[in-house]
């Protein structure tokens, strides 16, 4: 897939953008707030209906306004397609694709992309949230219907917590919570296709994250990712020690059906309710799960050194494109590279630059031109204070002033 033509409309600080890009390596260029990862967030979100920086939508409409859009030619192969999401700062967002109205979670559909970011640290050692949002969002672009299972189970579980803690504070218990049940069987029914869904992610990357963290830390440390599960009995979620040292329970390997989850799911809500009754909140479910990573058989989360946890998290984006790659017929992912080779050593730097510069388009961002190595330095884009300048464009514009 290519992102031929980029267009903004009162997004983060654009009030318009228009950016062509280009089939190979492109490279943004400018110092730090200038609004280089402005452009690479709005080509992640027509991917993952989701930010690498924010959990919410309303912080990337433009101070002032009510609404910002996202526009996208996008080319597959001799096919082009028009996708445009319109980000609301209160209601539900719109969108649409080749101009007819569409649900916002189709757009993962037509737009694939990776992103590499150094905010992709807090993946191997920042709390389950982050492990997560990063297993949700590859879910979203490898099977795009989730995106509505993710968003009902988020609807269902609010609805649970409140009826929690609307219990808590009038003392209800015991038959007075019939209306629990109803919402437990929902939240089991949603959960339990996350759950497998997130452990069948877990098993297929399993081999492409081996071979990626070889290729980036040149060594075989043996990488291993696993989830540890609330509905097995433990609480990834209040863990203190920091470690993510919980291992999955007998019984809840990739190969485990949604029925058995269920069922785990089910007696660990039974088990759970007198607590959740105390504090007014679900404490089950893969709201509160971990994806747990290892090298040489440790917790990559209190034990890694800061080189083996950027080899993990790389090897955790490019295992992420290897099996997108290998799975879409829409052919390669977008691969966006921001500000991360300010983060790495010169070793990680050429390696990282080597192994993604084979794909059909990368986009990268740096705020100094140096950082990025010779292979993937080819279209330059600058951008300052909000303004793009194509240095390719300007070429052939004084061309074409001298041929008159």
Do not use: C
Not at 46 to 57: C, E, N, P, Q
Not at 63 to 85: K, M, N, P, T
Not at 163 to 189: I, N, P, Y
């Amino acid at each position: 897939m290519i992102v031929e033509h980029l267009s903004l409309v009162d997004f983060r600080n654009y009030a318009t953008a228009e950016l062509a890009l280009h089939r190979g390596p492109n490279v943004l260029v400018g110092r730090n707030g200038q609004g280089k990862t402005n452009l690479a967030e709005a080509v992640v979100f027509l991917a993952t209906l989701g930010s690498h920086r924010v959990s919410s939508d309303a912080p990337m409409v433009r101070d002032g306004q009510e609404f910002a859009v996202i526009r996208a030619r996008l080319s597959h192969g001799e096919r082009r397609v028009l996708v445009e999401v319109q980000l609301n700062r209160q209601g539900s967002n719109k969108a649409r694709i080749n101009g007819s109205p569409s649900k916002p979670n189709e757009l993962p559909r037509y737009a694939h992309v990776v992103l590499f970011a150094p905010e992709d640290l807090q993946i191997v050692r920042g709390d389950p949230s982050s492990r997560r949002r990063f297993a949700d969002q590859l879910l979203i672009q490898r099977t795009p219907r989730l995106s509505a299972v993710l968003a009902d189970y988020d609807r269902v579980l609010k609805q649970r917590n409140a009826l929690l803690k609307s219990a808590r504070a009038r003392g209800v218990r015991g038959e007075g919570l019939s209306t629990l049940d109803v919402w437990d069987d929902k939240l089991v029914a949603l959960g339990s296709e996350i759950i497998t869904a997130r452990q069948r992610l877990a098993a297929d990357l399993q081999q492409p994250v081996t071979d990626a963290y070889a290729a980036i830390a040149g060594a075989d440390h043996r990488p291993r990712l696993e989830w540890a599960l609330s509905v097995a009995g433990g609480d990834p979620e209040d863990d203190e020690s920091g470690s993510s040292d919980d291992a999955p329970a007998p019984g809840t390997g990739p190969q485990v059906d949604a029925r058995r989850i269920a069922e785990l799911f089910r007696a660990s809500l039974a088990a759970k309710r007198s607590n959740e009754l105390d504090r007014g909140l679900t404490l089950t479910g893969p709201h509160r799960d971990d994806l747990v990573l290892r090298v040489r058989d440790l917790p990559v989360k209190g034990y890694a050194s800061h080189g083996e946890s950027w080899s993990v998290a790389l090897a955790l984006r490019l295992a992420s494109a290897e099996l997108l790659r290998s799975e879409s017929p829409a052919g390669d992912p977008v691969l966006i590279l921001d500000d991360v080779f300010a983060e790495l050593d010169a070793d990680r730097r050429q390696r990282l630059a080597t192994l993604t510069s084979g794909y059909e388009q990368v986009v990268v961002t740096a705020a100094v031109e140096e950082d990025i190595p010779a292979v993937l330095h080819a279209h330059v884009v600058r951008i300052s204070a909000g303004t793009i300048s194509d240095e390719r464009e300007r070429a052939a514009e004084a061309e074409g002033e001298r041929d008159e």
